[in-house]
């Protein structure tokens, strides 16, 4: 439930949504997505959080960055972590639950509407706190995958639950199978 008349944030946790939409079988449309939401209200900021391979040479993640960069997203991203797990694999580790919630947190007084792209149950404690003040939360990520991509808990805690794959049709296009894509799965073991 959206009106026109209230001030709206997005809050996109990039790999989540990204291994969401990965799971049921499309690629999002950043643009589509973002013009949809500014037409359900008046967008205030649009965030994206992505951890980024800063060692590589070439960071497949880089272009999508820039793009979102260009077209009026707020991009927060830090340096991912790598390391070697006990099996000898390559593992990349880049958790941005603390900048996304300080910065919903702060921007809390100044919008009525914070949509969550995420299914992280960690984020819960947050919707809860935003709610106190006053701010209505949506969250945006799916039960239809095997398993669920959402928490049971985030999903009881927030005001409006928006499956991700009824949005398919909306901000989504067919997946398709390039290097790029293929080097940012192995990169971030997605």
């Not at 099996?87 to 009525?112: F, H």
Request: proline fraction near 5%; include cysteine.
């Amino acid at each position: 439930m959206f009106y026109k008349d209230e001030r709206l944030a997005l809050f996109i946790d990039g790999s989540n949504l990204y291994a969401a939409a990965k799971a049921l079988g499309f690629d999002i449309d950043y643009k589509l997505l973002r013009q949809e939401f500014a037409r359900r209200g008046k967008m205030v900021r649009a965030f994206y959080y992505t951890a980024l391979l800063e060692n590589d040479e070439y960071s497949p993640i880089r272009p999508l960055v820039d793009w979102l960069h260009y077209n009026g997203f707020t991009m927060v991203t830090k340096p991912a972590k790598e390391y070697t797990d006990s099996q000898g694999r390559r593992k990349v580790k880049g958790n941005m639950d603390i900048e996304l919630a300080v910065d919903a947190m702060e921007l809390a007084p100044r919008v009525d509407h914070i949509v969550l792209f995420s299914g992280d149950g960690d984020f819960r404690p947050l919707i809860e706190s935003l709610q106190r003040q006053g701010v209505r939360v949506s969250v945006v990520s799916t039960i239809r995958s095997q398993p669920p991509m959402i928490a049971d808990e985030l999903r009881r805690q927030c005001d409006n639950f928006i499956e991700l794959d009824e949005l398919r049709d909306v901000i989504g296009r067919p997946p398709r199978e390039n290097p790029v894509e293929r080097e940012f799965e192995v990169a971030t073991g997605l």
